[in-house]
């Protein structure tokens, strides 16, 4: 029950939650989950790679980088039905003709794990962290496993129950006398205690 409820929740995962993701969300899925445990690190810091525009800062006048969000873009599928990747193995993607920007293009960045996992949380996953991404997935396996972990017990009661049926109790057996005398020839009796009256 172990490997089937394993077996459960991943297949949960991979044909129930990830069908649900944004595009953004199963491309920075794998950056998502290393920020994450990353986070409590103190002062650690790490390569993340993002989908971003330059635009031109109106108040500024200078050219500033945002990231992109899923609502700016349309991606590219293959005749499997899955985000094509380019010659670099990147995910094709397409910027909608109404976004503004003079360039966009996959930004490769270092920034410390906590404030990367904090955007990842609240930008791209609407507040969810992994466990509650997974919760589906980990929540299925659990019961799998519970009810399957019952049912087998149940099972095997009724399996014994007739396996059983008709046999002798408590474990009596039939012996010969050559037999029954040679397991107990160290007894000397029953040990009953007899009352005898004048």
Not at 93 to 99: F, R, S, T, W
């Amino acid at each position: 029950m172990v490997l089937i409820g394993g077996a459960s929740g991943y297949g949960i995962h991979q044909f129930w939650v990830t069908t649900q993701f944004t595009v953004l969300q199963r491309i920075y899925l794998k950056q998502y989950l290393k920020s994450s445990y990353r986070s409590y690190l103190r002062d650690s810091r790490s390569r993340y790679t993002t989908l971003a525009r330059i635009v031109n800062d109106p108040r500024t006048r200078k050219d500033v980088v945002v990231p992109m969000m899923d609502d700016q873009i349309d991606a590219v599928y293959d005749e499997q039905g899955h985000i094509a990747f380019d010659e670099h193995h990147y995910p094709k993607l397409l910027i909608k003709p109404d976004v503004e920007r003079k360039k966009f293009y996959w930004a490769k960045t270092v920034y410390p794990d906590k404030q990367a996992y904090d955007w990842y949380r609240t930008a791209i996953y609407d507040g969810k962290t992994i466990p509650d991404i997974w919760r589906p997935a980990w929540l299925g396996a659990i019961v799998i496993f519970s009810f399957g972990t019952l049912a087998l017990m149940v099972l095997d009661m009724v399996a014994q129950q007739l396996y059983l049926k008709g046999e002798p109790l408590r474990g009596t057996r039939e012996l010969t006398p050559k037999v029954y005398a040679r397991e107990h020839r160290t007894q000397l009796g029953y040990m009953v205690r007899v009352y005898a009256t004048p």
